[in-house]
């Protein structure tokens, strides 16, 4: 591989502008695609084949009047009146009114003759003089189910939208499109002028809803990953030249990454947080590809004939390992696709297509930039910031002895106490890890600033915290004679009260099919949806279904937003040990191809499993305990964080175990002591690594800048997990334990050995390739001579 590397490097350089004009072309073409092609986002998570989502597929096709919940792309006010008053006074009313009017006028409402002022007498009324909605709802369940006046009304009230107090009050309008993306932005005015009026009234009013503009996700933490990157380059080049090609390259690919999975959207259905996870990625291997093969070519400045035959080199030597680098960050994000998530897949396999354009470009735009540049690529220097193979460093008299180096023959001086302290110090990160609560981001754990959450908190007050989350149960009365089905639905509803955690379970006018033979059952728990009382019920009223449908012959599926969220959380925390176990099992057999060893690939894995223990003790510690107090509102960890952190951690770790482990495997190979080729390995890659890593770990830190929660904790995961992984496994932890290895580390079967590939990383072949190159063009030169 090293050899076909070095000629496409050395290709790209000779034919700068051709390459540089071809990647120019595709940028311009993905960009004419993205902006032809691109489709809408969307901001719902679902699975199918999941209980919930089978349950909702039967409720929509027996009542197919009733959108699925992810559909309805829809607003809802909570009002409340002042302290001291309630909202059926004269000028809240008169609020409330103008509130409705307003409403209809909403740009593209749905079905504007159905929104209604709820306290009219031809709606519900209020509490102590029902309207006709509420009377209606009263009748039915006292002639349909036979109740009491009392539980008839107990019935009705549970359904309406004023809680019994008559201080607080829900009003809703939906909209005639299918995707949030879609209201427009004279909608969303709209909106907040409504409440703005009703505020100017005395009312307190909060907004909730998918019709709701999304928060943006500003460019700020790019550009402060960029800037802190810049800084880094400089230094690490000692120039103020050097830093901008991987700054460029990298720009150029995340640009064209990012346009391809818009241009994806028009055809694939993406989440919202699909292209800001895909920058994070892309924007951060996109630098760091780049800072390898620069700082590599650097190097080979000092010994080759032409800068030509340096970034071949270069892109032959550290190009190889970007390759496999790159292939395990990709490994690691498409097999996301294995576990059968439809919007995991959709983001893992966007980020892993950032991923491979960032491969592609640094092995052929880079050398062109660099062709580009010629001699000038490290013009500016600063020379107190020169690196050890720097031109100035290596004609000095006295070689430097870097930082690295002293701390690496620090480490493997005392190997075992280095293995031993590190391990311990991330075991007590990781110790928070054991409480770890997954649920899906809702309305309830949003910053109380929002007023999703507050509305949330509205509704909580005024009706209970289960008004938040009610579920659905959808009966299947097929098999029961039709004159005996309202009794038997009637008897299950009672059943279903019986439950822990039930506040009320009611069937409606408008919840009984045309057929009769399904109905739906709208359960009302006493807690909110996060809570595990909540999602115990869920698992509760699934396991009554057998001895139900024994006594009563109905069968029933429990579906609705809390539910559907239930259900991807267990599917996305059953999904985590296989893929796991997919991802390792792969990279481990690309590492045995890579280091021609079974220990190192061991340890690379072994040392990835502390760093993601600790980076989940430390999340939760952080995100979910309040600890350190930095999180002014602590919730449960978003679900599938800790399955997409680590496909991607897992890929980034490989990138420093392939840049780290590959210069020390080099020096073995080339005749170096077990502990020279890791004193020596060290002291050529770590400052390079480290500055990867400092370059990593600012571009995902920026993103807690965002407000969104998921970005949040996701940037602050991913930094912390660079810093265990880069800082304390792959530069104490393995020189450490390849130092207590010895020679052992490098073993490997011969029966392996012979089955398994020579790639040539580490460009042995390469080398002898341009040897026997430098013989004939020797020899072709002699004989022109003569």
Known sequence: MATYLYRIGKWAFANRFKVIGIWLLILVGMGVAASTLAGPTSSSFSIPGIPSEKAQDALVEKFPEKPKFSEDISIKYVIKAPAGSNLTQPRYQEAIDQMVTSMKAFDGVKSPDTIINPFVPEAFGTPNAPGEVTQAAIDFQRDTFGKSEQDARTDAAAGSPINPDATVAQLGASYNVTEADKVTAKAHEQQTAVADAARQAGLTVEMSGTALPQPAIGATSELIGVGVAIVVLIITFGSFIAWGMPILTALIGLGIGLLAVTAASGFFTLSAETPILATMIGLA??????????SRYRHELLTAKSRADAAGRAVGTAGSAVVFAGLTVIIALSALSIVNIPFLTAMGLAAAVTVLVAVLVALTLLPAVLGLFGGKAFGASISFLNAPDSPKSASATTPRISNGTRFVKQIVARPAIALVLAIVVLGVIAAPMVGLKLALPNDGTGDPSTTQRKAYDLVAEGFGAGQNGPLVVVLDGTNVADADRNSTYNDVVGKIKDLPDVKNALITAADINKAGDTAVVSVLPNSGPSSSETQQLVKDLRSAEGGITDQYKVTYGVTGQTAIESDVSDRLSQSLVPYLAIVVGLAFILLMLVFRSILVPLTAALGFLLSIVA?????????????????????????????????????????????????????????????????????????????????????????????????????????????????VIRMIVIPAALAVLGDKAWWLPKWLDRILPNVDVEGEKLGEYLAEKDKRDERDREAVSV
């Open 615 to 727: 980076t989940f003790g430390a999340t939760v510690a952080i995100f979910q305990n309040g600890d350190l107090g930095l999180m002014s509102n602590p919730q449960p960890i978003v679900s599938f964080l800790p399955i997409f952190l680590i496909g991607i951690v897992f890929g980034l770790a490989m990138d420093y175990q392939v840049f780290l482990v590959t210069r020390m495997r080099e020096e073995y190979v080339h005749g170096a002591s077990a502990r020279d080729a890791i004193v020596k390995g060290f002291s050529h890659s770590a400052r390079v690594v480290a500055a990867a890593a400092a370059i990593m770990i600012s571009v995902f830190a920026a993103f807690m800048l965002q407000d969104n929660s998921l970005i949040k904790s996701m940037g602050f995961a991913l930094a912390a997990a660079v810093f265990f992984d880069a800082f």
């Open 285 to 294: 291997v996109g630098i760091d590809y780049a800072l390898f093969i620069v």
